[in-house]
């Protein structure tokens, strides 16, 4: 490669909470550079889970990060092309991907529910998440029965 790879750039802890993977959220969040408009949302979002997590006894913020690890997928299809045939064949993912993956699908899931905010759809979402359940499970689930109807091709792998 001509191009050496480009320095990762590190994500600094929010304000509030103290953790990196708050910032990561809002970062992905956000619309038109408006930071602080997707962090208020992401606080509004977590305070209204916070009437629902009293009753389990969770934490807010442990609570979202549960849902992040139930709608996190394991593996993932990607395509490969073998002598003029294109195979599904399943591999594993890097743990940023997966990180970055469940962010993607908890946000593109939690826009398209149906509510006044974004910070009440992104709550709705979350706990849903939690329970399980939701669009953002539901396509975990699909990756997931993908990569083990397409195990077959994991010979092919990269």
């Known amino acids: 490669m001509r191009k050496s790879k480009p ?22 969040l956000m619309y038109d550079g408006k930071k602080s408009i997707a962090y208020k949302s992401f606080c509004e979002a977590i305070e209204l889970i916070t009437k629902k997590s009293k009753e389990a006894g969770v934490e807010p913020l442990d609570f979202w990060k549960k849902a992040l690890e139930n709608i996190t997928p ?11 045939a294109t195979f599904q064949v399943p591999t594993e993912i890097r743990q940023d991907r997966k990180i970055s993956i469940s962010i993607k699908n908890l946000i593109e899931f939690a826009r398209k529910r149906s509510g006044r905010s974004m910070s009440e759809k992104l709550s709705a979402e979350i ?4 329970n399980s359940e939701g669009g953002a499970f539901k396509r975990k689930e699909d990756i997931h029965r993908m990569a083990e109807a397409n195990k077959a091709f994991s010979h092919f792998r990269f």
Do not use: C, H, Q, W
């Open 7 to 28: 320095k990762k750039r590190i994500a600094l802890p929010d304000p509030k909470f103290n953790d990196t993977l708050v910032t990561r959220f809002v970062n992905e």
């Open 74 to 84: 394991e593996v993932e299809v990607k395509s490969r092309r073998v002598g003029g």
């Open 127 to 130: 706990i849903s998440a939690y």
